[in-house]
Every structure is written in C-alpha cells, then in structure tokens.
C-alpha cells in the first residue's frame, strides 16, 4: 500500500529557513514530488526527485533517501508569500492497470509564514 | 493560453442531481486525471486516462464515470449526488504517467456543494 506523513503545520518567521519532511511507504516507487498549494487555488509542481541527494532550485531545495524513505523540502529567505500548504507526492507503480504510475499524495504541510 | 481548464469553477445543487464537470488541456498531454480534495483538503486520485484509456479506476461509487472523447478532454459525470460528494474536484494532466513525465498541472478547481 501507500502511505506518507508529513507535518500537519509549521510556522516560521520571515526571512528564516525551513525544513518540511516527508516519509513514505510505497511499493514500486518511482519518484517523489513536492507541490504547493495556496489556499483556493490549484497545486503547482516544485520539484522532483528520484535518485538520493538534494536538488536545489533557486530559494527551494528538496532532498531524498530512498533507502530511508525520507524526503524533505527545504524553503530558504522564506517569504510572507510562501505560506501555503506543501504537499508530498509519490510516484508508484498503481494497483489497477497493468504499467500504470500513480501519483498518491501526502495530506500536506500548512506553512505559515509570520513577520 | 490557460493550459489545463475546467468548468464550471462553482457547482451547487440539490442532492439526487446528476451532474457533468468538463476538463481540457492544451498541453499536448497523453495523461489526464480526476482528484478530489477534502474539506480536509487530502487530495485523492479517483481516475486517470491516459490517451483515451483508463488507466487507474480507484475506489469511486460507480455514480462516477469519467469520460475521455480524445486526449485533451476528460470529463466527470456524477449521478444522484450526495451530501459527502461535496469538494472540490481538481482535473491534471502529464505529458505521461512514468517518473519526472508525471509531473502534473492542474486545473483550477471545480467547487461542488450538494445540499
């Protein structure tokens, strides 16, 4: 089966770092995503990762260990415009459909972001 | 110029309806999908198709049934709507279902309350 925690919310102060971990247990994994979601509005994709070690994207970085089944999301010089909701997604083979990949969401990490 | 639209964006209507939501995308994508999400905003996968075929059928009530007509429409019919089917529901599409291709983008969201 799948299964992914994270946070359920974090707060942090402007201009500071944080660290937003994900775990998982998934069969067939394929990948793990991270997205953003502001309130009312759609998620949009932030990063990708399928082998281990950090990628890193301007002011966002996120890191995997596949053999830990751990990722993270790290936000640097957070922005009042970073508050949003964080969602963890992993990539694995699906249960219906022969070859199929499917995209199973954690429940998200409401980020506030203060002054 | 909007890559993945839906509507209507706001649907209210009375319990026991039937009722259609339609998604496009004019991404080029091979792989469309349905999600819904929660008042406790957990998105969840519900279908996907991928060139006109489905691919993934979770455990939805079969008064759900999408429909893709070419590989850049799919659309969502939902008959006798109940209470709990109240959420909203996100179309995505993928330039495909493996790995980083399964990198997806929504739609804007299709608001349903039932009363």
């Known amino acids: 089966g799948q299964n992914i925690d994270q946070p359920t919310e974090m707060t942090a102060t402007e201009g500071a770092i944080v660290q937003i971990n994900c775990t998982y247990q998934t069969s067939g994994f394929n990948g793990l995503f991270w997205y953003q979601q502001h309130a009312g509005e759609a998620p949009t994709f932030l990063s990708y990762n399928v082998l281990d070690g950090l990628e890193e994207k301007g002011r966002f970085s996120s890191f995997l260990s596949r053999s830990k089944g751990y990722s993270y999301l790290l936000l640097k010089e957070l922005q009042m415009k970073d508050s949003a909701s964080y969602l963890c997604?992993?990539?694995?083979?699906?249960?219906?459909?022969?070859?199929?990949?499917?995209?199973?969401f954690g429940k998200g990490t409401k980020l506030s972001v203060i002054p | 110029d909007t890559a993945v639209s839906q509507t209507p964006k706001y649907l209210v209507t009375q319990m026991g309806n039937d009722k259609s939501i339609k998604c496009e995308q004019n991404l080029g994508h091979d792989t469309m999908y349905w999600y819904k999400q929660d008042s406790k905003k957990f998105l969840k996968i519900m279908f996907s198709?991928?060139?006109?075929?489905?691919?993934i059928n979770e455990t939805v009530p079969n008064r759900f049934s999408p429909k893709s007509p070419d590989k850049a429409h799919l659309n969502l019919h939902i008959n006798s709507l109940e209470l709990g089917d109240s959420a909203v529901y996100f179309c995505a599409s993928s330039q495909d279902r493996r790995g980083a291709y399964n990198e997806q983008f929504f739609g804007p969201g299709t608001r349903l309350t039932v009363l």
């Open positions: 198709y991928n060139n006109k075929e489905l691919i």
């Open positions: 997604a992993s990539i694995s083979l699906a249960y219906s459909g022969a070859g199929s990949y499917q995209l199973t």
